[in-house]
């Protein structure tokens, strides 16, 4: 394909509503009243941060409800904090613990996956803030995208796994990217009507960037927690060390704005400063650059069309380091190359790749498993798998969980 073929292919997704799978721009009126959100994961770095965007802004937005895991008393105390009409406790293990008698009698305690749904459907909310840690958001996303809901959306396994499904079935104005990196190509493409030819997904590189495969042998989770950019939860820290985080990122960018994967390029950037860039037909290249920090992608996925402002430190230009970029090293961190390849194969390839990353990144931090380790359980997985069309939510939750089994019993073989 050459490069004006490819260009006629990449329409700017947020003019375009002829694709169900594209995200489109809404024209949207700012509301008179406070918009009521629902933080799912609040006691993650997400949630935390949509918090303190909360505290700021109350006069914007009113937290209606709250869900965590595990965390049950960061959850009383929240919902007191906000008075929170609704809270659910996903994890059945702690659905009788005994600080959530301290409730206040107006806030309804809702528990496991099937309160979860509830909570999401209840027609107090607005905007559901997807924090929930990996494909266990899949059905939450489904049901809020069918009820309507306003999504601002922070965990990407879910379209990496069901974007076929999911995508088409948005309306326009209805999702909001909150990864940084999809917040950034998202404002980049806003008031453009200009095709683009590539999108350049930025990367830190992560704790090992530049060691070669005989330095990862013995490296251990504790090294690999160590980011040095980004403050974020285990489980993504641990991807972002693998590069398996930009392969699920490559995938969630090609079912957000309908990008081929060819037009998909990684860019290591290890001063986390551009979030990423697009590049349009003229040659242009558009970049969003700030902190290394959520809030302002996750404050723009609630107040869009506006901008609200934020506490946090601004980057001074005038004394910032030179910008420096790189390619990353796939022969070294396979976990991308794998993650880039299930993508495209397409299908019910993602869903199985996913679930043996989240089993094997588990491992890992568990010490069940080296670091070069986690790509092997990966590829010997996906290696079990024929790839099949996908028919529904309910087909791709078996097959995540079959190839679960299976990339445990590698695991433990």
Request: some cysteine; aromatic content about 6%; glycine content about 8%.
């Amino acid at each position: 394909m050459n490069k004006d073929q490819q260009a006629s292919k990449s329409v700017n997704p947020l003019n375009d509503h002829s694709k169900g799978n594209l995200l489109s721009r809404a024209s949207s009126t700012p509301s008179t009243r406070p918009l009521r959100v629902a933080i799912l994961g609040a006691s993650g770095s997400i949630g935390t941060q949509a918090l303190e965007i909360a505290r700021e802004h109350s006069d914007k937005l009113e937290v209606v409800g709250l869900s965590v895991h595990t965390s049950t008393e960061f959850l009383v105390r929240a919902a007191h904090e906000f008075s929170c009409r609704m809270v659910c406790v996903t994890d059945d293990a702690h659905t009788k613990d005994s600080c959530l008698e301290s409730l206040s009698e107006h806030t309804k305690l809702y528990t496991g996956t099937e309160g979860l749904i509830r909570l999401i459907q209840d027609d107090a909310l607005d905007c559901i803030l997807m924090g929930i840690v990996g494909a266990a958001a899949i059905e939450p996303t489904y049901v809020a995208i069918k009820g309507g809901k306003r999504i601002a959306l922070a965990n990407k396994e879910a379209l990496v796994v069901a974007g076929d499904i999911l995508m088409p079935l948005v309306k326009p104005g209805q999702l909001f990217p909150v990864d940084s990196e999809h917040s950034a190509i998202y404002q980049c493409l806003m008031g453009e009507s200009t095709p683009y030819t590539t999108i350049w997904l930025t990367c830190s590189g992560g704790p090992f960037y530049g060691r070669t495969r005989s330095e990862l042998q013995n490296v251990t989770a504790y090294d690999a927690l160590k980011h040095p950019s980004w403050q974020m939860g285990p489980k993504i820290t641990i991807d972002s060390a693998t590069l398996a985080n930009k392969g699920l990122e490559i995938i969630e960018a090609h079912h957000l704005f309908g990008a081929d994967y060819d037009q998909i390029k990684t860019l290591i950037h290890p001063g986390s400063t551009i979030h990423s860039m697009v590049t349009f037909v003229d040659g242009s290249t558009k970049a969003q650059l700030a902190s290394p920090s959520m809030k302002i992608p996750i404050a723009l996925a609630f107040s869009y069309p506006e901008r609200w402002g934020i506490k946090d430190e601004p980057i001074n230009y005038q004394k910032h380091t030179p910008l420096s970029f790189g390619e990353p090293d796939m022969n070294t961190f396979r976990c991308l190359d794998l993650a880039i390849h299930a993508g495209r194969l397409g299908g019910t390839m993602p869903a199985v790749m996913n679930a043996a990353n989240e089993v094997a990144n588990a491992a890992f931090r568990a010490g069940a498993l080296d670091f070069l380790g986690i790509e092997r359980i990966i590829e010997s997985t996906m290696d079990c798998f024929e790839v099949d069309p996908i028919s529904s939510v309910e087909q791709l939750l078996s097959i995540e969980k079959d190839a679960r089994q299976i990339a445990k019993t590698f695991i433990t073989n």
